[in-house]
C-alpha cells in the first residue's frame, strides 16, 4: 500500500510548481521584449522602398512541354543540372526520370511502398534520392543503360521514425539532408548510411526543408505544420532563426538567390518572404481573392519574382519587391503540388495532383 506524502514532500512540490510557473512568464516576457527590439528596426516595408524601381510589363509564360506516365497524384519533382533532365515522383509508387526537351522517360522505378513524397537529383546527374511512407530515404545510381533495373542497386540511406516529406543533396552527392513526419531533419552520409546531425526543434511535422545556395553554405531552413520556419546550422545542429508569422501550415520553403532571404508558402493562402539579416518578415504575398493554400514556391533566376503553386489549381507569379501579383497561369486540372525552377532559370516545371507535369517557359 502506498504511503500518503508526507508534509515535507508536499512543501517541495509547490515550489516546483512555481518556479515552472515563473519560466513560464519569464520566457513570454523575453519572447515580447524580442519583438520589441525586432519592431524598433522595423521602419520600412519593402514594397515602400521599392516604389521607384520600374514595374514589370506585361508577360506571357505558355507550357511547352506535358509530361505523362504517372498514375496518379505527381507530389514531388527536382531538375538535374545539367537543365534538361527531370526527377518525378508520385502516389503510384513510381519515380520517373524524365528527358524534359523530348519527353521521354529515361529511368523508372517502382518503390515499395505508395506516396513517394520526395525525390532529388544528386548534383552530378549520377544518382537520385526518393522516399515517403517507407520512412526510408533510398539512393538509386543512374547509368546510360536504360533497360538497366535501378532496384537492383538501391541503397538505404536515411530512416525515421515517421514518413519522409523531403530530401535534398548537399553540394556533393555524398551528404543527403531529410525531412519527417517525425518532427526532426536529419543529414546523412550517402555511403555508409550514417546519420551525421540531427536537427530537433519542430513541434510537429516538418514538411519541407531548402539548402542555402551558397557553395560554402552550412545552413538550410524548414518549415513544418508547427507554422515556423527554422534556420539551421548544418554543422552544430542548431536552429540559430527562427520565424512564426504563418497562421497555419509551411508546404514549402526556398532561399532567395542571393541567400540573404528565404520565401515561405502555406496553407493560410499567403507566401511570405523573411529577410535573414533583418531577422524578420519583410513582405506578405496575397490577394483577398486568394483562398486555397500554396504547396510549394521558388524564385525567378533574378530574384525578382516568386512563382507559387496553389490548390485551385493555378500558379501565382509575383513581384517580388513592389508585393504585386503580375501573372496567373491555368492549365493543370488539380491542385499544383510541386513547382522548380530550372538551373538556368529559362523554365519552370509543376507537378499536379491530375498526374501530370508541365514545363513553362516565358513567351517574348
Known amino acids: ?22 519560466l513560464k512568464t519569464e520566457s513570454e516576457t523575453l519572447k515580447l521584449k524580442l519583438e520589441e527590439e525586432r519592431a524598433k528596426l522595423h521602419d520600412v516595408e519593402l514594397h515602400q522602398v521599392a516604389e521607384k524601381v520600374e514595374g514589370l510589363g506585361q508577360f506571357v509564360m505558355k507550357t511547352r512541354r506535358t509530361l505523362k506516365g504517372h498514375g496518379n497524384k505527381v ?10 533532365r527531370i526527377v518525378s515522383s508520385s502516389q503510384d509508387g513510381k519515380v520517373i526520370v524524365w528527358d524534359a526537351f523530348t519527353t521521354n522517360k529515361e529511368h523508372a ?13 544528386a548534383p552530378s546527374g549520377c544518382a537520385v534520392a526518393c522516399g515517403g511512407l517507407d520512412n526510408k530515404c533510398s539512393v538509386y545510381p543512374l547509368s546510360l543503360d536504360k533497360n538497366e ?9 536515411a530512416m525515421h521514425t515517421n514518413y519522409l516529406s523531403a530530401c535534398s543533396f548537399t553540394n556533393s552527392d555524398m551528404q543527403i539532408l531529410t525531412s519527417s513526419g517525425d518532427g526532426t531533419c536529419a543529414l546523412w552520409d550517402v555511403e555508409s548510411g550514417q546519420l551525421l546531425q540531427s536537427f530537433h526543434g519542430h513541434a510537429a511535422d516538418v ?13 538550410f531552413v524548414s518549415g513544418g505544420c508547427d507554422k515556423k520556419a527554422n534556420v ?14 504563418h497562421e497555419s501550415d509551411i508546404n514549402s520553403v526556398r532561399y532567395y538567390p542571393s541567400g540573404d532571404a528565404f520565401a515561405s508558402g502555406s496553407d493560410d493562402a499567403t507566401c511570405r518572404l523573411y529577410d535573414l539579416r533583418a531577422d524578420r518578415e519583410v513582405a506578405i504575398y496575397s490577394k483577398e481573392s486568394i483562398i486555397f493554400g500554396v504547396s510549394s514556391v521558388d524564385f525567378s533566376l533574378s530574384g525578382r519574382l516568386l512563382f507559387g503553386g496553389y490548390n485551385d489549381y493555378t500558379i501565382n507569379v509575383w513581384d517580388v519587391l513592389k508585393g504585386t501579383r503580375v501573372s496567373i497561369l491555368f492549365g493543370h486540372e488539380n491542385r499544383v503540388s510541386t513547382l522548380r525552377v530550372s538551373p538556368d532559370g529559362t523554365a519552370f516545371c509543376t507537378g499536379s495532383w491530375d498526374h501530370t507535369l508541365r514545363v513553362w517557359i516565358l513567351m517574348c
Not at 149 to 157: C, H, Q, W
Not at 240 to 245: G, L, V, Y
Request: proline fraction near 6%.
Open 75 to 84: 507530389l514531388c519533382m527536382d531538375w538535374c543540372k545539367d537543365k534538361r
Open 207 to 219: 514538411l519541407c526543408l531548402d539548402l542555402a545556395p551558397s557553395e560554402t553554405g552550412n545552413t
Open 232 to 245: 539551421w546550422d548544418m554543422r552544430s545542429g542548431q536552429c540559430i532563426q527562427s520565424f512564426e508569422t
Open 109 to 121: 522505378v517502382t518503390m515499395p511502398c505508395t506516396w513517394v513524397m520526395a525525390c532529388a537529383y
Open 149 to 157: 533495373n535501378l532496384a537492383a542497386k538501391k541503397k538505404s540511406v
Open 1 to 22: 500500500m502506498r504511503s500518503p506524502l508526507s508534509p515535507e514532500m508536499a512543501t517541495q512540490e509547490v515550489p516546483l510548481n512555481e518556479t515552472l510557473a515563473h
